[in-house]
Protein backbone atom coordinates (compact mmCIF):
# COMPACT_ATOMS: atom_id res chain seq x y z
CA UNK A 1 0.00 0.00 0.00
CA UNK A 2 2.37 2.52 1.14
CA UNK A 3 5.00 1.79 -2.24
CA UNK A 4 2.28 2.20 -4.55
CA UNK A 5 0.81 5.58 -2.53
CA UNK A 6 4.55 6.77 -2.98
CA UNK A 7 4.66 6.31 -6.33
CA UNK A 8 1.88 7.57 -7.23
CA UNK A 9 2.65 10.45 -5.49
CA UNK A 10 6.15 10.78 -6.81
CA UNK A 11 4.44 10.66 -10.90
CA UNK A 12 2.74 13.95 -9.58
CA UNK A 13 5.92 15.77 -8.69
CA UNK A 14 7.95 14.77 -11.30
CA UNK A 15 6.05 16.96 -14.06
CA UNK A 16 9.28 17.48 -15.31
CA UNK A 17 9.94 14.19 -16.49
CA UNK A 18 7.14 12.89 -17.78
CA UNK A 19 5.84 12.66 -21.02
CA UNK A 20 2.25 13.62 -21.23
CA UNK A 21 3.61 16.93 -19.51
CA UNK A 22 7.04 17.83 -21.39
CA UNK A 23 7.85 21.69 -20.05
CA UNK A 24 9.10 22.69 -23.56
CA UNK A 25 5.60 20.92 -24.88
CA UNK A 26 3.27 22.81 -21.87
CA UNK A 27 5.18 26.21 -21.90
CA UNK A 28 5.81 26.41 -25.93
CA UNK A 29 9.28 27.48 -25.04
CA UNK A 30 12.78 25.80 -24.14
CA UNK A 31 15.00 26.88 -20.60
CA UNK A 32 17.13 28.70 -23.03
CA UNK A 33 14.64 30.63 -25.32
CA UNK A 34 12.96 33.36 -24.22
CA UNK A 35 9.09 33.55 -24.54
CA UNK A 36 7.49 36.07 -27.03
CA UNK A 37 4.35 36.98 -26.75
CA UNK A 38 1.91 39.06 -29.29
CA UNK A 39 -1.47 40.24 -28.73
CA UNK A 40 -4.25 41.41 -31.41
CA UNK A 41 -7.37 43.38 -31.14
CA UNK A 42 -9.86 43.84 -33.44
CA UNK A 43 -13.34 45.42 -34.06
CA UNK A 44 -16.35 43.05 -35.05
CA UNK A 45 -19.39 44.17 -36.54
CA UNK A 46 -22.26 42.29 -37.73
CA UNK A 47 -23.49 43.38 -41.03
CA UNK A 48 -27.17 44.05 -39.39
CA UNK A 49 -26.03 46.30 -37.29
CA UNK A 50 -26.94 49.75 -38.08
CA UNK A 51 -23.30 51.79 -38.14
CA UNK A 52 -23.46 55.55 -37.42
CA UNK A 53 -21.70 57.84 -40.26
CA UNK A 54 -18.42 57.90 -38.10
CA UNK A 55 -17.85 54.31 -37.78
CA UNK A 56 -18.50 53.82 -41.56
CA UNK A 57 -15.67 56.50 -42.53
CA UNK A 58 -13.64 55.15 -39.99
CA UNK A 59 -13.94 51.64 -41.10
CA UNK A 60 -13.48 52.85 -44.47
CA UNK A 61 -9.65 54.27 -43.88
CA UNK A 62 -9.30 51.07 -42.64
CA UNK A 63 -10.30 48.87 -45.68
CA UNK A 64 -6.90 47.37 -45.92
CA UNK A 65 -7.06 46.07 -42.43
CA UNK A 66 -10.31 44.63 -43.35
CA UNK A 67 -11.69 41.24 -43.42
CA UNK A 68 -15.62 41.00 -44.35
CA UNK A 69 -18.14 38.08 -44.49
CA UNK A 70 -21.47 37.71 -45.00
CA UNK A 71 -22.84 38.30 -41.60
CA UNK A 72 -19.91 40.36 -39.84
CA UNK A 73 -16.97 42.41 -40.98
CA UNK A 74 -13.43 42.15 -38.96
CA UNK A 75 -11.19 45.13 -38.65
CA UNK A 76 -7.97 45.46 -37.20
CA UNK A 77 -7.62 48.09 -34.55
CA UNK A 78 -4.20 47.39 -33.05
CA UNK A 79 -1.77 44.24 -33.09
CA UNK A 80 1.94 43.20 -31.83
CA UNK A 81 2.31 40.72 -34.43
CA UNK A 82 4.83 40.52 -37.51
CA UNK A 83 2.84 42.74 -40.02
CA UNK A 84 3.37 39.84 -42.22
CA UNK A 85 1.50 37.11 -39.96
CA UNK A 86 -1.77 39.37 -38.26
CA UNK A 87 -3.80 38.93 -41.87
CA UNK A 88 -2.96 34.98 -41.31
CA UNK A 89 -4.59 35.22 -37.68
CA UNK A 90 -7.62 37.22 -39.04
CA UNK A 91 -8.01 34.36 -41.48
CA UNK A 92 -8.26 32.38 -39.01
CA UNK A 93 -10.36 34.12 -36.76
CA UNK A 94 -13.16 34.97 -39.21
CA UNK A 95 -13.08 31.02 -40.11
CA UNK A 96 -13.91 30.18 -36.11
CA UNK A 97 -16.99 32.92 -36.04
CA UNK A 98 -17.85 31.76 -39.57
CA UNK A 99 -18.55 28.60 -37.80
CA UNK A 100 -19.80 30.25 -34.49
CA UNK A 101 -17.10 29.28 -32.51
CA UNK A 102 -16.43 32.06 -30.51
CA UNK A 103 -19.41 32.80 -27.82
CA UNK A 104 -19.57 36.54 -26.42
CA UNK A 105 -17.37 36.34 -23.35
CA UNK A 106 -15.99 32.94 -23.60
CA UNK A 107 -12.43 32.57 -24.22
CA UNK A 108 -11.51 30.17 -26.63
CA UNK A 109 -7.99 28.54 -27.23
CA UNK A 110 -6.26 26.53 -29.93
CA UNK A 111 -2.90 26.35 -31.73
CA UNK A 112 -2.31 28.51 -34.86
CA UNK A 113 -0.05 28.51 -37.10
CA UNK A 114 2.01 32.13 -38.41
CA UNK A 115 4.38 33.67 -39.69
CA UNK A 116 6.18 34.26 -36.30
CA UNK A 117 9.40 32.38 -34.87
CA UNK A 118 7.28 29.77 -32.88
CA UNK A 119 5.49 29.00 -35.99
CA UNK A 120 3.10 27.09 -34.38
CA UNK A 121 1.91 29.28 -31.00
CA UNK A 122 -1.17 28.37 -28.34
CA UNK A 123 -3.50 31.83 -29.24
CA UNK A 124 -6.39 32.76 -26.39
CA UNK A 125 -9.45 34.57 -28.49
CA UNK A 126 -12.21 36.38 -26.53
CA UNK A 127 -14.93 38.16 -28.50
CA UNK A 128 -16.61 40.76 -26.39
CA UNK A 129 -19.79 42.25 -27.12
CA UNK A 130 -21.38 45.38 -26.57
CA UNK A 131 -24.63 45.59 -25.15
CA UNK A 132 -27.25 45.62 -27.66
CA UNK A 133 -29.70 48.89 -28.34
CA UNK A 134 -32.98 48.05 -26.56
CA UNK A 135 -34.75 49.36 -29.82
CA UNK A 136 -33.03 46.67 -31.87
CA UNK A 137 -32.75 43.49 -29.37
CA UNK A 138 -32.49 41.09 -32.58
CA UNK A 139 -29.85 43.01 -34.42
CA UNK A 140 -26.75 41.56 -34.95
CA UNK A 141 -24.38 42.99 -32.38
CA UNK A 142 -20.87 44.73 -32.67
CA UNK A 143 -17.97 44.01 -30.17
CA UNK A 144 -14.21 43.70 -29.72
CA UNK A 145 -12.28 39.96 -30.40
CA UNK A 146 -9.22 40.31 -28.54
CA UNK A 147 -6.46 37.77 -29.01
CA UNK A 148 -3.32 36.79 -27.22
CA UNK A 149 -0.70 34.75 -28.47
CA UNK A 150 2.24 33.10 -26.49
CA UNK A 151 3.22 29.26 -25.38
CA UNK A 152 1.26 26.44 -25.84
CA UNK A 153 -2.18 25.90 -26.38
CA UNK A 154 -1.73 23.40 -23.35
CA UNK A 155 -0.18 25.85 -21.32
CA UNK A 156 -2.44 28.58 -22.02
CA UNK A 157 -5.09 26.06 -21.41
CA UNK A 158 -3.90 26.18 -17.42
CA UNK A 159 -4.49 29.78 -17.01
CA UNK A 160 -8.31 30.25 -18.72
CA UNK A 161 -9.72 31.49 -16.00
CA UNK A 162 -7.18 34.20 -15.50
CA UNK A 163 -7.26 35.12 -19.25
CA UNK A 164 -10.93 35.40 -19.15
CA UNK A 165 -10.92 37.76 -15.92
CA UNK A 166 -8.12 39.88 -17.86
CA UNK A 167 -9.95 39.92 -21.14
CA UNK A 168 -13.84 41.32 -19.11
CA UNK A 169 -10.66 44.06 -17.56
CA UNK A 170 -11.06 46.00 -20.79
CA UNK A 171 -14.82 46.13 -21.45
CA UNK A 172 -14.56 49.76 -19.90
CA UNK A 173 -12.37 50.99 -22.38
CA UNK A 174 -13.58 49.50 -25.28
CA UNK A 175 -16.80 52.62 -26.03
CA UNK A 176 -16.00 53.27 -29.61
CA UNK A 177 -14.37 51.66 -32.89
CA UNK A 178 -12.22 54.54 -33.03
CA UNK A 179 -10.93 53.74 -29.19
CA UNK A 180 -8.90 57.14 -28.73
CA UNK A 181 -7.66 55.87 -25.68
CA UNK A 182 -5.53 53.70 -27.54
CA UNK A 183 -2.38 54.42 -26.88
CA UNK A 184 -2.96 55.42 -23.14
CA UNK A 185 -5.51 52.54 -21.90
CA UNK A 186 -6.01 50.00 -24.54
CA UNK A 187 -2.44 49.43 -25.88
CA UNK A 188 -0.60 49.31 -22.20
CA UNK A 189 -3.60 47.08 -21.21
CA UNK A 190 -3.00 44.40 -23.64
CA UNK A 191 0.67 44.43 -23.45
CA UNK A 192 0.57 43.11 -19.98
CA UNK A 193 -1.39 40.17 -20.36
CA UNK A 194 1.34 37.68 -20.12
CA UNK A 195 2.96 39.34 -16.80
CA UNK A 196 -0.87 40.01 -15.48
CA UNK A 197 -2.28 37.09 -16.48
CA UNK A 198 0.14 34.02 -16.34
CA UNK A 199 3.18 35.33 -14.48
CA UNK A 200 2.01 35.72 -11.08
CA UNK A 201 2.48 32.47 -9.43
CA UNK A 202 6.25 32.68 -10.95
CA UNK A 203 6.17 36.04 -8.63
CA UNK A 204 4.98 34.29 -5.85
CA UNK A 205 7.39 31.17 -5.84
CA UNK A 206 10.52 33.70 -6.68
CA UNK A 207 9.29 35.95 -3.74
CA UNK A 208 9.19 33.52 -1.00
CA UNK A 209 11.61 30.82 -2.05
CA UNK A 210 11.61 26.89 0.11
CA UNK A 211 8.69 28.87 2.13
CA UNK A 212 6.67 28.00 0.04
CA UNK A 213 4.82 25.22 1.47
CA UNK A 214 3.65 27.09 4.30
CA UNK A 215 1.35 28.92 1.16
CA UNK A 216 0.34 25.96 0.06
CA UNK A 217 -0.61 24.35 3.70
CA UNK A 218 -2.64 28.02 4.02
CA UNK A 219 -4.31 27.21 1.28
CA UNK A 220 -5.02 23.89 1.91
CA UNK A 221 -6.08 24.44 5.33
CA UNK A 222 -8.06 27.76 4.73
CA UNK A 223 -5.56 29.73 6.80
CA UNK A 224 -5.96 33.59 6.06
CA UNK A 225 -2.52 35.28 4.62
CA UNK A 226 -1.96 38.86 5.31
CA UNK A 227 0.73 40.64 2.99
CA UNK A 228 2.56 43.66 5.01
CA UNK A 229 4.45 46.18 3.93
CA UNK A 230 4.53 44.88 -0.04
CA UNK A 231 2.64 47.13 -2.73
CA UNK A 232 -0.63 46.20 -3.86
CA UNK A 233 0.66 44.33 -7.04
CA UNK A 234 2.66 41.71 -4.45
CA UNK A 235 -0.56 41.63 -2.23
CA UNK A 236 -2.63 40.77 -5.11
CA UNK A 237 -0.11 37.54 -6.52
CA UNK A 238 -0.63 36.09 -3.40
CA UNK A 239 -4.15 36.57 -2.90
CA UNK A 240 -4.55 35.03 -6.72
CA UNK A 241 -2.30 31.78 -5.33
CA UNK A 242 -3.68 31.00 -2.44
CA UNK A 243 -6.96 31.01 -4.42
CA UNK A 244 -5.34 29.27 -7.17
CA UNK A 245 -3.95 26.61 -4.63
CA UNK A 246 -6.88 25.77 -2.24
CA UNK A 247 -9.31 23.15 -3.00
CA UNK A 248 -12.58 25.21 -1.93
CA UNK A 249 -15.30 24.23 -4.49
CA UNK A 250 -13.13 21.25 -6.10
CA UNK A 251 -14.06 18.63 -3.87
CA UNK A 252 -16.87 16.02 -4.01
CA UNK A 253 -18.65 17.14 -0.87
CA UNK A 254 -17.51 21.13 -0.62
CA UNK A 255 -17.38 22.03 2.98
CA UNK A 256 -19.68 24.62 4.05
CA UNK A 257 -18.57 28.04 4.86
CA UNK A 258 -19.59 27.81 8.47
CA UNK A 259 -18.33 23.98 8.98
CA UNK A 260 -14.74 25.39 7.63
CA UNK A 261 -14.43 28.62 9.84
CA UNK A 262 -15.59 26.69 12.96
CA UNK A 263 -12.71 24.13 11.73
CA UNK A 264 -10.13 26.96 10.76
CA UNK A 265 -10.95 28.87 14.45
CA UNK A 266 -10.14 25.41 16.20
CA UNK A 267 -7.16 24.31 14.34
CA UNK A 268 -5.14 27.62 12.95
CA UNK A 269 -5.89 30.52 15.45
CA UNK A 270 -3.01 32.69 13.64
CA UNK A 271 -2.93 33.72 9.97
CA UNK A 272 -0.04 34.21 8.40
CA UNK A 273 1.83 36.78 8.27
CA UNK A 274 4.06 37.53 5.25
CA UNK A 275 6.42 40.50 5.95
CA UNK A 276 7.99 42.11 3.22
CA UNK A 277 10.03 45.06 4.79
CA UNK A 278 13.15 42.53 4.81
CA UNK A 279 14.75 40.51 1.99
CA UNK A 280 13.80 37.54 1.92
CA UNK A 281 10.43 38.83 3.50
CA UNK A 282 9.57 37.23 6.97
CA UNK A 283 7.05 34.39 7.70
CA UNK A 284 5.16 34.32 11.09
CA UNK A 285 2.78 31.89 12.33
CA UNK A 286 3.81 29.22 9.78
CA UNK A 287 2.33 25.82 9.54
CA UNK A 288 3.16 23.04 7.01
CA UNK A 289 4.02 19.68 6.99
CA UNK A 290 5.75 16.57 4.86
CA UNK A 291 2.87 16.78 2.51
CA UNK A 292 3.47 20.33 0.84
CA UNK A 293 7.64 20.03 1.75
CA UNK A 294 7.71 17.81 -0.34
CA UNK A 295 6.72 19.91 -3.43
CA UNK A 296 9.03 22.80 -2.37
CA UNK A 297 11.84 21.35 -4.82
CA UNK A 298 9.40 21.22 -8.09
CA UNK A 299 7.99 24.82 -7.52
CA UNK A 300 12.10 25.99 -7.13
CA UNK A 301 12.94 24.18 -10.52
CA UNK A 302 10.30 25.13 -12.08
CA UNK A 303 10.64 28.83 -11.09
CA UNK A 304 14.52 28.93 -11.43
CA UNK A 305 13.97 27.85 -15.44
CA UNK A 306 11.14 30.76 -15.21
CA UNK A 307 8.64 28.19 -17.01
CA UNK A 308 4.95 29.38 -15.29
CA UNK A 309 3.26 27.33 -17.78
CA UNK A 310 5.30 24.70 -15.90
CA UNK A 311 4.58 26.53 -12.59
CA UNK A 312 0.83 25.96 -13.50
CA UNK A 313 0.93 22.70 -14.03
CA UNK A 314 2.99 21.34 -10.86
CA UNK A 315 0.17 23.45 -9.27
CA UNK A 316 -2.44 21.84 -10.41
CA UNK A 317 -0.81 18.34 -9.87
CA UNK A 318 -0.50 19.19 -5.97
CA UNK A 319 -4.13 20.11 -5.93
CA UNK A 320 -5.32 16.81 -7.71
CA UNK A 321 -2.76 14.76 -4.98
CA UNK A 322 -4.33 16.58 -2.31
CA UNK A 323 -7.90 15.86 -3.67
CA UNK A 324 -7.20 12.58 -4.30
CA UNK A 325 -5.79 11.88 -0.83
CA UNK A 326 -9.12 13.47 0.66
CA UNK A 327 -11.38 11.18 -1.42
CA UNK A 328 -9.39 7.98 0.00
CA UNK A 329 -9.70 9.53 3.74
CA UNK A 330 -13.55 9.69 3.26
CA UNK A 331 -13.50 5.85 1.99
CA UNK A 332 -11.76 4.89 4.67
CA UNK A 333 -13.72 6.97 7.48
CA UNK A 334 -17.02 5.19 6.09
CA UNK A 335 -15.40 1.76 5.88
CA UNK A 336 -13.95 2.49 9.41
CA UNK A 337 -17.60 3.17 10.61
CA UNK A 338 -18.39 -0.91 10.32
CA UNK A 339 -14.85 -2.34 10.51
CA UNK A 340 -11.69 -1.91 12.87
CA UNK A 341 -9.38 -3.16 9.91
CA UNK A 342 -10.23 -0.48 8.28
CA UNK A 343 -9.87 1.62 10.74
CA UNK A 344 -6.67 0.84 11.42
CA UNK A 345 -5.72 1.24 7.31
CA UNK A 346 -6.89 4.80 8.13
CA UNK A 347 -4.14 5.40 10.71
CA UNK A 348 -1.80 3.79 8.46
CA UNK A 349 -2.93 5.93 5.43
CA UNK A 350 -2.44 9.11 7.74
CA UNK A 351 0.69 8.37 8.39
CA UNK A 352 2.11 7.43 5.28
CA UNK A 353 0.53 10.74 3.42
CA UNK A 354 1.96 13.72 5.14
CA UNK A 355 -1.40 15.98 5.13
CA UNK A 356 -3.52 14.04 8.10
CA UNK A 357 -3.93 17.05 9.53
CA UNK A 358 -5.22 19.15 6.49
CA UNK A 359 -7.49 16.03 5.68
CA UNK A 360 -8.90 15.15 9.10
CA UNK A 361 -9.35 19.30 9.13
CA UNK A 362 -11.53 19.41 6.07
CA UNK A 363 -13.21 16.01 6.76
CA UNK A 364 -14.50 16.97 10.39
CA UNK A 365 -15.90 19.88 8.59
CA UNK A 366 -17.44 18.07 5.68
CA UNK A 367 -18.65 15.37 8.47
CA UNK A 368 -19.93 17.64 10.95
CA UNK A 369 -23.77 16.02 10.75
CA UNK A 370 -22.67 12.43 11.08
CA UNK A 371 -22.16 11.50 14.73
CA UNK A 372 -20.11 7.80 13.65
CA UNK A 373 -18.17 9.76 11.53
CA UNK A 374 -17.05 12.58 13.75
CA UNK A 375 -16.00 9.96 16.43
CA UNK A 376 -14.07 8.21 13.93
CA UNK A 377 -12.28 11.41 12.95
CA UNK A 378 -11.54 12.50 16.64
CA UNK A 379 -9.64 8.60 17.23
CA UNK A 380 -7.74 10.01 14.22
CA UNK A 381 -7.04 12.54 15.23
CA UNK A 382 -5.63 11.60 19.12
CA UNK A 383 -3.94 9.07 16.81
CA UNK A 384 -1.78 11.81 14.78
CA UNK A 385 -1.37 13.77 17.91
CA UNK A 386 0.52 10.58 19.50
CA UNK A 387 2.48 10.05 16.73
CA UNK A 388 3.81 13.19 16.42
CA UNK A 389 5.23 13.42 20.42
CA UNK A 390 6.50 9.76 19.95
CA UNK A 391 8.10 11.41 17.05
CA UNK A 392 9.09 14.79 19.00
CA UNK A 393 10.69 12.82 21.50
CA UNK A 394 12.90 10.14 19.52
CA UNK A 395 14.12 13.41 17.88
CA UNK A 396 14.88 14.86 21.28
CA UNK A 397 16.36 11.61 22.62
CA UNK A 398 18.69 11.51 19.80
CA UNK A 399 19.89 14.63 19.67
CA UNK A 400 20.64 14.65 23.55
Not at 160 to 170: C, T
Not at 286 to 298: G, H, L, P, Y
Not at 300 to 310: D, I, S
Not at 382 to 392: I, N, P, S, T, Y
Request: with cysteine; aromatic share 8%; net charge negative.
Amino acid sequence: MFTSQTSSFQDSIDVEEKDDFDSDEISGFSQKTQLNCYYTIYLYQGTRSEASGENVAWNQRRADSTTSQEDFSLTLIDSSLPSEAEPELRTYISRRLSKGALLGGMGNIATVELSIPEQAVGCYCCLLEQERSPDQPDADGNGHVICFMGGSEKGLNLFRLELDKYVQGLHSSLQTPELQNLETEVRPYLSRWYEESVMHIHRVVQLVQSNISFLLHAALSHTQVEVNNSDERTKADVSRFIKAASLQGLSQQDPTTASLCKAISEDTPSDLIIDCSTSPPTLSNTVSNRFCDDWIQAFLNAAERCNPFLLGQILENFKLKAIQDMNSLKRFVRQAEMSHYALFRCCQFLQGCGNGDVLLQNARAEHSDLPEACSIITVLEEFLKEQAQAQAQAQAQAQA
